[in-house]
C-alpha cells in the first residue's frame, strides 16, 4: 500500500509540472504566448490578444499585447514601451507588409504627419521580409530607444521616434485600427 502511494504521489507531482509551467504561458487560438516579456531591465506583462481576420471568415494572424503593468490599456498608444507580436498562419509577403502599414499609418495621421513620417515610414518598409505560416513577427517599442521589428526573434531593424511608434502602433491601437475587434481583444476591452 505505501508504495502505491509514492507511487500515485509521484505521478501527481508530474502532472502538475506542466501545469506550473503553463502558468507563464496563455494559449490563444492554438498560439502560445508568454505573459511577461523582460529585456535590459523592461518589464512588461500581456495585456490582451486577438486576431485579425481576412474577409472575417480567415484568421490571418493571433496577436499579444504587452504594457507596463502600471499602464492601463487607455494609455497603450502614448509614450509607453509597447509590444506586439504577431503569429501568422498564412504567408504574406514582404511587399503586401508595405502596402498595409502605409495604408495603416495614412489612416491614422494627417497628410502632414504622414509627409513628416514618410521617410521612416519607408525605412521601415524596407526591413520586411517574406512570412510563412508559423512565423512570427514583434514590434517592440522602448522611449528614447525606437521601435525594433524582429522575425522569429531576430532583429531586422530600429527606427527612431516617439511619432513613428505613435502612428505605427495606431494600425492596431490608433482611432481607425485595421479591426476594431482586435483592437478590443489587444487591450483586454
Known sequence: MKGRTVTFAALLALCAAPIAMAA???????????????????????????SSYYMMFWRVSACALYLPADVPSANAITDVAKRLQIHYFYGITKAQFA??????????????????LQPRVEQFNALY??????????????PRAGTELALNGRTLG??????????LFSIWLGEKPFQDELKRGLLDL
Open 24 to 50: 507563464d504561458t496563455l494559449e490563444y487560438k492554438g498560439v502560445t504566448f508568454s505573459t511577461r516579456w523582460s529585456r535590459a531591465g523592461l518589464e512588461l506583462e500581456l495585456r490582451g490578444t486577438g
Open 99 to 116: 502596402k498595409m502599414t502605409v495604408r495603416g499609418i495614412r489612416k491614422n495621421t494627417t497628410a502632414g504627419e504622414f509627409e513628416m
Open 129 to 142: 521580409e517574406d512570412v510563412a505560416k508559423g512565423d512570427e513577427y514583434t514590434l517592440t517599442y522602448v
Open 158 to 167: 530600429t527606427i527612431q521616434g516617439s511619432d513613428f511608434a505613435h502612428a
